[in-house]
């Protein structure tokens, strides 16, 4: 405004100022112009999903509560992917973060219950900040609207993340040209999974005295997971993944219009110890994620299994699969660690470390600088 008052003035000089006036002009218009260009310049990050895109950690969540302010939680690995991205040839230093990601997001409160874009009427309650958002929830973002907590990034309302990714890009003419959109998807629903057998033996123990899934309720537990999420859970999260990158790619109307890289990343398990045989299920579902890439010419796979679960499958290495898992995440953090725990002092949170945060960005832009869309 100030550039705007001087040049307006200049206007209503006396005649023998007119030289300088010009010059003046010409200067101020320099400046008004100068923020323009670097205004066009900016371009746009987009990391959207769940808790581990958010950057909390349940020891942040509790050292904070109940002021959980998403600047307490700004060193999730999209913070450093975005540095990565800033650092680049390719895109410039001008690449401005869009966290959209919400805590203990499901692939299906992901999408909310616009039906539009492939959303559905829920006929679950709305999960909060603790709950898990199982099949049948597709209320979008219950850290926000039922505890009430702030996220990084909101278009207002009640949108689901999908829908405020489609705000921002407009149909193919976002404000600022987006240079990546990062995808991590699923853990919740297999979180939904794992609490829905553990209750439902334990009801049916209750009810009977035994379960239909085995003749112990340790393995009618471990049988309901490893059957219901090969034929459920997995297929699931696999549709609903391909259905949201669908949409962000379409060029139908109310679609993303995006043909820019797009980096899906996969999962490890932190759960390797405290649910035995969960690494075959996990490393079954970042396969069945990888057989959908074909379908699209602009998404890359980034996958943290091999590093964080290092020494799966090998029962002489499970020292070295434990050693990672302590590494890579919040698993044997003695703060928040699970009372009766087992293995004790390792079953702790799931989500990554300062460590596990870094990795997770150094496979990001290994898959982003290998994506032919970028």
């Not at 909101?154 to 990714?165: D, M, R």
């Not at 149909?171 to 939904?192: F, M, Q």
């Amino acid at each position: 405004m100030k550039a705007k008052h001087g040049s307006v003035s200049a206007s209503r000089a006396h005649g023998r100022l007119i030289g300088c006036c010009v010059m003046l002009a010409l200067a101020l218009a320099g400046f008004i112009y100068a923020p323009a260009a670097a205004s066009a310049a900016t371009s746009t990050y987009i990391a959207s999903g769940d808790s581990i895109t958010f950057g909390i950690t349940d020891e942040k969540f509790n050292v904070n509560y109940p002021n959980e302010a998403p600047a307490f939680f700004e060193e999730g690995f999209d913070h450093w992917f975005n540095a990565d991205l800033n650092r680049s040839t390719e895109v410039g230093k001008s690449v401005i973060d869009v966290n959209t990601a919400c805590p203990s997001e499901s692939t299906e409160t992901f999408i909310g219950e616009n039906e539009a874009i492939g959303g559905e009427k829920s006929t679950e309650p709305a999960a909060g900040s603790k709950g898990t958002a199982g099949i049948g929830d597709w209320h979008p973002c219950g850290y926000q609207s039922v505890e009430g907590f702030p996220l990084h990034y909101s278009a207002g309302g009640e949108h689901s993340q999908l829908e405020e990714i489609l705000s921002i890009l407009k149909e193919g003419k976002p404000a600022h040209p987006v240079r990546a959109i990062t995808l991590n998807l699923g853990g919740s629903d297999e979180l939904a999974l794992v609490e829905g057998c553990t209750r439902e033996v334990q009801e049916e123990y209750e009810r009977e005295g035994k379960s239909h899934w085995a003749e112990s309720p340790e393995l009618a537990v471990k049988t309901c997971i490893g059957t219901t999420a090969e034929n459920v859970t997995i297929p699931h999260v696999v549709g609903n993944v391909s259905d949201i990158l669908k949409m962000i790619d379409s060029t139908e109307a109310g679609g993303g219009h995006y043909s820019g890289a797009i980096v899906l990343v996969g999962f490890y398990n932190p759960d390797s110890f405290t649910v035995p045989g969960s690494d075959i299920l996990q490393n079954l579902l970042n396969e069945k994620l990888e057989q959908i890439l074909p379908k699209f010419s602009n998404v890359t796979f980034a996958n943290p299994f091999p590093i964080v679960n290092k020494g799966a499958f090998h029962e002489k290495l499970e020292a070295k699969e434990q050693e990672s898992i302590c590494k890579y995440t919040e698993m044997c953090n003695p703060n928040v660690q699970v009372p009766g725990g087992e293995p004790a002092g390792k079953d702790g949170d799931q989500l990554p470390t300062l460590a596990g945060d870094k990795l997770l960005a150094t496979l990001v832009n290994k898959a982003w600088l290998s994506n032919p869309a970028k």
